[in-house]
């Protein structure tokens, strides 16, 4: 694998508090041939890092919880430093599938575009809830950003190293997608959204309604993430 | 002219004076600067003011065209009050994205140290 065309292909995962899972979606992605793994702890309390660590992961540990965006902008910064030619961010929860990884790498590889976006619309099992959530979102992502794609919010995604020198993300938590989805526009990458299969497990399912950072997904705190952006974009 | 005064009026008037001394003090002792001290005396003359000539209200409420000198005041603190929580938002922002920062930076600069030792 080390002299294949995905040697330099680097998969980030930000996990926080994935100790029951985070083995099998190293093994899943070890699995599919790719070797380079960077796993994000942040700040999580439990097992994480260490089990990351044995499965011979590049692992870096955030100190205090900061967020999925936080975390996978430190995965992307890391993947920068150890000279990724592609980087493909993905949930750290299993609910991402890892056959889907050659999927999103290999538009990049061969120069079709410089960012692939993966879209969780098309697959089966996604609750109604989400499927109108992610809708709401996609329309704030339009009306704040300018960029409309079918699914705003998706973590699983793969930049070509040009385009990641463009993401530099501000924001910690659940807005971070729509604002990569910003800068993309902004630098003018060229990106195309490739259909993925989601595992909408029972444990996946729970983790958004205990986790802070994924109570995003519910409706009181999308309106505190609209709030925000209007404060943003008024007061900035 | 004969003004008198209501004990509530004469006790914010109190209030208000006291807490503009209160920060002066604190401008003396450099604990405030200037631009806060002058802010601090703005805000707590207006409101010894209103509270000493309400009358001041009904006329600023005709000049803008509110019926009533309350809702002129209400208006405004609420317009006021909005400021205030919005800045501190946006401070609270700006605090959470620098420890972000720190954060990211501690945990980038172990992987650097990391890989320069393996070199």
């Excluded at chain 1, 992605?29 to 260490?50: C, E, H, L």
């Excluded at chain 2, 920060?23 to 600067?33: H, L, Q, R, S």
Aim: some cysteine.
């Amino acid at each position: 694998m080390a002299n294949s065309k995905y040697s330099k292909v680097y998969i980030v995962i930000p996990a926080f508090n994935e100790s029951t899972v985070i083995a099998k979606v190293i093994s899943d992605i070890k699995n599919k041939g790719f070797k380079n793994i960077i796993v994000v702890d942040d700040g999580s309390n439990d097992d994480t890092y260490k089990i990351a660590k044995n499965y011979g992961c590049i692992v870096l540990k955030h100190l205090i919880n900061r967020g999925k965006g936080a975390a996978t902008q430190t995965g992307l910064d890391a993947a920068k430093i150890l000279g990724a030619k592609v980087v493909v961010t993905m949930d750290g929860d299993g609910q991402h599938d890892a056959s889907d990884i050659k999927k999103l790498v290999n538009p990049i590889l061969n120069n079709k575009c410089e960012v692939t976006l993966g879209s969780r619309l098309v697959s089966k099992g996604m609750p109604i809830s989400r499927k109108v959530m992610n809708v709401i979102a996609n329309l704030i992502t339009f009306l704040f950003y300018g960029v409309y794609v079918s699914d705003s919010q998706s973590g699983f995604r793969a930049y070509s190293s040009k385009a990641n020198l463009y993401i530099n993300t501000t924001m910690d938590r659940y807005e971070f997608e729509s604002e990569v989805l910003a800068q993309i526009r902004a630098a003018k990458l060229k990106y195309i959204e490739i259909p993925i299969n989601i595992h909408y497990t029972k444990y996946s399912r729970n983790k958004y309604n205990t986790v802070k950072d994924f109570q995003a997904q519910n409706i009181l705190n999308g309106f505190k993430i609209v709030f925000k952006l209007v404060i943003r974009s008024i007061f900035s | 002219m004969n003004i008198q005064f209501a004990p509530y009026q004469i006790l914010i008037f109190l209030l208000c004076i006291l807490l503009i001394l209160r920060t002066f003090i604190f401008f003396i002792n450099k604990k405030k600067t200037i631009r806060e001290f002058i802010v601090s005396v703005c805000v707590w003359g207006t409101i010894a003011s209103i509270g000493l000539f309400p009358n001041i209200t009904v006329e600023l409420a005709n000049i803008i065209g509110f019926e009533l000198g309350i809702n002129f005041l209400l208006v405004t603190s609420v317009i006021i009050l909005f400021y205030f929580v919005f800045s501190q938002m946006l401070k609270i922002d700006k605090m959470e994205n620098s420890i972000t920062k720190l954060i990211r930076q501690q945990a980038l600069q172990k992987l650097k140290n990391e890989l320069e030792k393996k070199s």
